[in-house]
C-alpha cells in the first residue's frame, strides 16, 4: 500500500513539474527559481564532469598482477565455501572423498 501511495506521489510531482516547465517554455519567462535550478545542475555537471561536460576516459590494460589476484581470490572462496580441491564430499562410510589428486 505504502508503495502504491509512493509511487501516486511521484507521478503527481512529475506532472507538476512538467506543467510548470511547460508553461514557463510556452510563456517564455523562466521563473527564478527553475532558472538558478538550471543554473546550480549546469555548475554541478561541469565541476564534476557529468552531462554535456562528461568525458569518456578509455580503459586500459589490466596490470601485471591481475591474474595472480584473481586467482588468489578464487582459491580462497573455494577454500571458504568448500568447492574444488576443498570440498568435503561424505561416502556411507563417513569418510571424506575428493583430497586425493585429481
Known sequence: MKAHR???AVVAVA?????IGAGAAVTGNT??????????SEA???Q???G???ERRQLGAPGPDWLVALNARSEALNRKYGLGEYSQSRDA???AKGKGKR
Not at 15 to 19: D, E, F, K, L, N
Not at 31 to 40: G, T
Open 44 to 46: 554541478l555537471n561541469q
Open 93 to 95: 562410510g563417513g569418510a
Open 31 to 40: 521563473p527564478p527559481w527553475l532558472k538558478a535550478l538550471n543554473e546550480r
Open 15 to 19: 506532472s507538476v513539474a512538467t506543467a
Open 6 to 8: 509512493f509511487g501516486i
Open 52 to 54: 554535456d561536460h562528461a
Open 48 to 50: 564534476y564532469g557529468l
